[in-house]
Structures are given as structure tokens and as C-alpha cells.
């Protein structure tokens, strides 16, 4: 895989497959009560800084509404969209519990809904995407993605709808967007990742790791 970013980015990308659709994965209290566990890692001013900053080099603003993703993880808990009782499916419940933790963001989308070959890059300057099932966009110019032979795919910001896992999911995409002075935080995301993922017989291979 193609991997273009400032000097501090280091993702982390890997593949899931599940042995079944992730909709009929079952009980997943074990993985949502996440959402409620004393975080592992502090969302520290200077550490959201660094996360921030590295989104920052092709002129992409990374707040307000285009925050990136772990920040607004504390937001849907606090207005209750993610509990130990209410969450989303396998995949996306293990990415955002791991992404609160870890204070990283992270994104998971479908491998089968990919076309071409994945390459993770600056968006062009006036690239626009939706982002959710009622049409709504992001102007994502000068900002890190995963994309496809189609476009965007995935960001630290918002994933491409076009993308997103449903209940049919079987395979995923995985990347933790990652700061090289943050490797512990980067290590932790994978080890959480794969022993949440390990619990519902997902099996993980590593696309792009450490270099």
C-alpha cells in the first residue's frame, strides 16, 4: 500500500475477517461496556494538539464539526448515542471503544465495498464526500484519507458512507491514524484491537505497520 503523509503520520492498517456477517455477531456487551471503563489514555491538551497539528500540513482544519473522530467519541458519550446498551455493530462498537481509549483516531470501513487498488494521501483541494446515510458532506481538501480507485474512502475526521460496514459485513479495513510520538498509545490500539477482535473468532493480518 501507497503511504504519503507528514514526517510525524504513522498509520497502522490492517485487515478483519469475521467468520460471520458482523450483524449476526450476538451479545456485545463485553466489547460496549467500554464505553463506560475509567479511560486507558487521558485525551491530554498537548496530546490533541500533536493529532491535530498532523492533520493540519495541506491546509485541512481539524475543528469545530471536522474534528477528528476520537474527540467526538466524548461527545456521543455524553449525549448518550454509545453506551454498553446502544451501539452500532462488531466492527464499528471495537474501533470507537478502542478509539476512546487510546484517544487515536480510528476508522474501520468494508474491504468488499473498495474498488482498486488503496493508497492513503492528501485529498485535492476541493474534494467533497458524504459522510452519512442522509447525504451529509465533508469539504475534505488537503486532508489524510485512505482512498480507493472511486475516492475516499477513510479518514480520521469522517469515513466515506460509501464505504461504511453494514450488517452483511464480512471483511474490513482498519487504519489507526498515528503520530510517531504516540507509539504507545499506537501499540495499545492494535493489542486492544485484537484481543476485543479475537473474542468473536475475527482473524487480523497486518497491511501496513511500522517502517
Same mark, same amino acid.
Given at each position: 500500500?501507497?503511504?504519503?503523509?507528514?514526517?510525524?503520520?504513522? @498509520?497502522?492498517?490492517?485487515?478483519?475477517?469475521?467468520?460471520? #456477517?458482523?450483524?449476526?455477531?450476538?451479545?456485545?456487551?463485553?466489547?460496549?461496556?467500554?464505553?463506560? /471503563?475509567?479511560?486507558?489514555?487521558?485525551?491530554?491538551?498537548?496530546?490533541?494538539?500533536?493529532?491535530?497539528?498532523?492533520?493540519?500540513?495541506?491546509?485541512?482544519? #481539524?475543528?469545530?464539526? /471536522?474534528? #477528528?473522530?476520537?474527540?467526538?467519541?466524548?461527545?456521543?458519550?455524553?449525549?448518550?448515542?454509545?453506551?454498553?446498551?446502544?451501539?452500532? /455493530?462488531?466492527?464499528?462498537?471495537?474501533? /470507537?471503544?478502542?478509539?476512546?481509549?487510546?484517544?487515536?483516531?480510528?476508522?474501520?470501513?468494508?474491504?468488499?465495498?473498495t474498488?482498486?487498488?488503496?493508497?492513503?494521501?492528501?485529498? #485535492?483541494?476541493k474534494?467533497?464526500?458524504?459522510?452519512?446515510p442522509?447525504?451529509?458532506?465533508?469539504?475534505?481538501?488537503?486532508?489524510?484519507?485512505?482512498?480507493?480507485?472511486?475516492?475516499?474512502?477513510?479518514? @480520521?475526521?469522517?469515513?466515506?458512507?460509501?464505504?461504511?460496514?453494514?450488517?452483511?459485513?464480512?471483511?474490513?479495513?482498519?487504519?489507526?491514524?498515528?503520530?510517531?510520538?504516540?507509539?504507545?498509545?499506537?501499540?495499545?490500539?492494535?493489542?486492544?484491537?485484537?484481543?476485543?477482535?479475537?473474542?468473536?473468532n475475527?482473524?487480523?493480518?497486518?497491511?501496513?505497520?511500522?517502517?
Amino acid at each position: 500500500m501507497k503511504v504519503m503523509g507528514p514526517a510525524e503520520f504513522l @498509520p497502522i492498517v490492517f485487515r478483519t475477517v469475521f467468520e460471520k #456477517p458482523i450483524g449476526k455477531t450476538g451479545d456485545l456487551l463485553f466489547v460496549r461496556q467500554g464505553f463506560q /471503563n475509567p479511560l486507558d489514555y487521558e485525551m491530554t491538551e498537548s496530546f490533541k494538539k500533536d493529532i491535530r497539528d498532523m492533520l493540519r500540513h495541506e491546509g485541512f482544519k #481539524p475543528t469545530g464539526r /471536522n474534528k #477528528p473522530a476520537s474527540e467526538y467519541l466524548r461527545k456521543a458519550l455524553s449525549e448518550m448515542w454509545l453506551s454498553p446498551a446502544k451501539g452500532i /455493530n462488531a466492527a464499528v462498537d471495537i474501533c /470507537n471503544v478502542v478509539s476512546l481509549h487510546s484517544g487515536l483516531p480510528i476508522s474501520v470501513i468494508d474491504a468488499q465495498k473498495t474498488t482498486g487498488l488503496l493508497k492513503i494521501s492528501h485529498l #485535492p483541494e476541493k474534494t467533497i464526500y458524504v459522510f452519512n446515510p442522509s447525504g451529509q458532506s465533508l469539504k475534505g481538501g488537503g486532508l489524510l484519507a485512505l482512498c480507493d480507485g472511486v475516492g475516499p474512502s477513510a479518514t @480520521p475526521i469522517k469515513d466515506s458512507q460509501r464505504t461504511k460496514t453494514d450488517t452483511t459485513t464480512t471483511e474490513t479495513i482498519s487504519i489507526i491514524w498515528g503520530h510517531r510520538d504516540h507509539t504507545d498509545r499506537m501499540e495499545y490500539a492494535l493489542s486492544r484491537q485484537h484481543d476485543l477482535l479475537a473474542k468473536i473468532n475475527a482473524r487480523i493480518s497486518i497491511i501496513h505497520g511500522f517502517d
